[in-house]
């Protein structure tokens, strides 16, 4: 969504192993964002973290 004229942000749910370490999930939480930052401008992301609870499941980027 647009926060205003030049500001866009993103919220998403991302899943990791359930063995992923706090310090992990932060060092994929900066590059995430540097990669929204970078490729499509987006400003501002809220990230949530989740275990994922099988291995089938959907790994796709989906861009609107």
């Known amino acids: 969504w647009h ?4 500001r866009v942000a ?3 749910h991302v899943l990791v192993d359930d063995d992923t370490t706090m310090p992990q999930v932060e060092e ?3 590059e995430i964002k ?4 970078v490729h499509y401008q987006i400003s501002h992301a809220t990230l949530e973290f989740e275990a994922s ?4 499941h959907d790994t ?5």
């Open 60 to 64: 796709r980027l989906l861009v609107g």
């Open 3 to 6: 926060l205003d004229e030049e």
């Open 28 to 30: 994929v939480k900066k």
């Open 10 to 12: 993103l919220e998403a």
């Open 53 to 56: 609870e099988t291995d089938e």
């Open 34 to 37: 540097a990669l929204l930052r």
